[in-house]
């Protein structure tokens, strides 16, 4: 479901560090996850059986009181498995899955 061929594969994810962010699968019920930013261009859609894939999406950090900032010199190749494109400058939620790639998993819509 998440790219992985079984839970043992999920469970054996262990914590990484992605552009100066510590990801803790435990707390992604298995599955590493981002808050990222995208660039004001965006991320297009799927094209057929094709993931859009944007280079410069940026690993955002929060502190304590939920202050979000760019990570300075911190940007991801994320794919987008959908049929719609995300849009430029808005906030999104990464999963790292399929061996080594993040792909898009929410987008503020708001």
Avoid at 45 to 73: C, F, N, Y
């Amino acid at each position: 479901m998440f790219g992985f061929r079984s839970k043992s594969q999920v469970l054996s994810v262990q914590r990484m560090s992605v552009a100066g962010q510590v990801v803790d699968p435990r707390q992604t019920g298995g599955i590493p996850a981002l808050l990222c930013k995208t660039s004001s261009a965006g991320i297009p859609a799927r094209s057929g059986s094709v993931a859009g894939k944007a280079d410069d999406v940026i690993v955002q950090s929060m502190d304590p009181d939920g202050t979000l900032e760019d990570t300075p010199r911190n940007e991801l190749t994320v794919y987008n498995p959908f049929g719609a494109a995300v849009a430029g400058s808005v906030y999104i939620t990464c999963k790292f899955v399929n061996n080594g790639y993040w792909i898009v998993d929410a987008e503020d819509c708001g």
